[in-house]
Each structure stands twice: as C-alpha cells, then as structure tokens.
C-alpha cells in the first residue's frame, strides 16, 4: 500500500515561494508517476506538477511552467513542489498522488485526479 505524507501548507503573499513535501512509502515497483494535484474552490481538481519514476521526466500544467519546480529526492523517497512567484489563482488545496502508471503524469485521464494513491491534502492560500 503506498502512502503519501504532505507537509503543511501556509499562508503566503503574492510574488511569495513555498516548498511542500511528499513522504512517499510503500512502492513495490520502480515503475511509477508521483506529483502533485490542485483543487481550488469551485474548481476541478487538476495536475499541477509530476514525475516519471525510474528515468525523472517531469511534466507541468502550463499556468505553472517557469514558476514551479518538481524534484524528488530518492534515496529520503521525498517529493518536493517549489513554488515561486506565487498568484492568487494559485490558492487551492494541494494534493500529491501516485500510482503504477508513468503515462498518468500526461494523459487526460488522470488530469482531474484518477490516480490511485492520494495524500490527505495540505491548504496554500495566496493572500496579501
């Protein structure tokens, strides 16, 4: 069983960074998508950020590209999502998620969520 650990969250101004963290566990196979998901009020959920596992290509939502950075650090099995230049659009619950498919870090059906293991979710909100 995988299981995903976020840190916590935070209140940040506009133009502001954040780091979250993902303690991932539990993986049987090398072969495996891990990132991060959004869920702002009223919104859909949608993939932010995310890395192919074993050969860490990574793939980001285009309103992000330039701003945030995905990495991962295998040998803690942490996944870290470097936020800079924080927007208000950028205010949603944050949500890392896996699963044994490397393709979902791509395809449409696991744009809005689809994916097997999800952590608990961690609030950023974008305030002055």
């Known amino acids: 069983q995988v299981t995903l650990v976020e840190s916590a969250g935070g209140l940040v101004q506009p133009g502001g960074s954040l780091r979250l963290s993902c303690a991932a566990s539990g993986f049987t196979a090398d072969d495996y998508a891990i990132g991060w998901w959004r869920q702002a009020p009223g919104k859909e959920r949608e993939r932010v950020a995310c890395?192919?596992?074993?050969?860490?290509?990574?793939h980001y939502t285009d309103s992000v590209k330039g701003r945030f950075t995905i990495s991962r650090d295998n040998a803690e099995s942490v996944v870290y999502l470097q936020m800079n230049s924080l927007e208000f659009g950028d205010t949603a619950v944050y949500y890392c998620?896996?699963?044994?498919?490397?393709?979902?870090?791509?395809?449409?059906?696991?744009?809005?969520?689809?994916?097997?293991?999800w952590g608990k979710g961690t609030l950023v909100t974008v305030s002055s």
């Open positions: 998620a896996a699963d044994y498919h490397p393709w979902h870090c791509t395809d449409i059906a696991s744009a809005n969520g689809g994916m097997d293991y």
């Open positions: 890395v192919e596992s074993p050969d860490g290509t990574t």
